[in-house]
């Protein structure tokens, strides 16, 4: 049988402003751009970048690089990194600037203060070493641009975490791993450190845009309370642990908040379809009769399922089961919300503390 090839790995954001901050700065001071140029990666790795343009003038020096994300959908895939580097003021140290199509930051609770270059710390400190391989203590205003960055920013996560005027310039390790949603998960938490820094008390995580939508309604929430978690309800919750709130709100469809209930803390197919016989076993402890379980049992779909016996009770239980237990120990009050394809609130497990339980739970018709 053919297997696949493996899965290519990308370059970040911040590894190719890096590598074109760097061109540029040896363009400025010696005449000419390094092409391929070096950078070293956070973990130690060596590796080099073409240059897509360049532009050498009087006291400033422009390269470009090209985002190659690998075989990961990343909405930056292809876009032209640009880094104009001109000289500081003795003793100024590096200046970052944001050009058109890079991100200012307007909101308190992420790394950087408000308003400064949405350029994260990790590449500002990738940026700061390439140029002290250039020269050593460089005084140097360093400013990254990305072509259409505002138009791919509407794309991304930006506008929620207040982040206006296009991209951020991310990337921990230099390296974009295919699929693994590292900028998802980020953005996920960064998201709930805004909310905290703003003082709100109650956030939302809901799996898509109906779901959002619904559970803004329902409990009248500001637009920075709302966490677009998708799949990754796990990745919120465990970060809610270490960074809580007093009340925190899980939002899905049926057939994700099932995956929830059964004890699943990534919804996304790739991890494992619904155990239907499970689900006939929650069904038959909430009253369904052995008929009715033995259809669901058989069922294709959950909505199928749902048609059979009304789940909906039984499914947001036992899910605060799963998510309370992610959330422990704390003070926080967990509610879980169940809502169907139109946004109409099919069942809930109102706030809760965590610490105490949901007395009607019963997780003895779980399969874990």
Known sequence: ME????????????????????????????????????????????????????????????AAVVKDAGDDPDVTHGAVIRATVSLAPPGAGILFRAGPGVGTVTRPGLPLPVGEPAINPVPRAMICA??????????????????DGEVLAQRTLNGRLGIVGGLSVLGTTGIVVPYSCAAWIDSIHRGIDVARAMGLEHVAGATGSTSEAAVQALHGLPEVALIEMG???????????????????????????????????????????????????????????????????????????FAVFPLGEAVAQAAWAVAAEALRPGETELDIVVFDR????????????VHGGLVQVRPRNLRR
């Open 130 to 147: 390439a140029l002290t391989e250039i020269a050593a203590d460089p005084d140097a205003i360093v400013e990254i641009s990305i072509d």
């Open 231 to 305: 799949d990754f309800v796990g990745g919120m919750l465990k970060y809610l642990r270490a960074h809580p709130v007093r009340r925190v709100t899980v939002a899905g469809g049926v057939a994700k908040m099932t995956k929830l209930a059964q004890g699943r803390l990534d919804l996304h197919s790739r991890r494992g379809e619904t155990d239907f016989a499970a689900l006939a076993t929650l069904a038959h402890g909430a009253g369904a009769t052995d008929s009715q379980a033995a259809r669901i049992a058989a069922a294709n779909t959950v909505l199928e399922a």
């Open 342 to 353: 139109a946004g109409e609130l099919l069942a809930r497990a109102g706030f809760a503390p």
């Open 3 to 62: 297997q696949n090839p493996p899965l290519r790995r990308g370059w970040t954001t911040g590894a190719c402003a890096t590598a074109a901050a760097k061109a540029a700065y040896a363009a400025l001071l010696h005449g000419s751009f390094p092409d391929p140029v070096e950078i070293t990666l956070p973990r130690g790795e060596r590796v080099a970048f073409a240059l897509a343009q360049t532009d050498l003038r009087e006291g400033a020096a422009m």
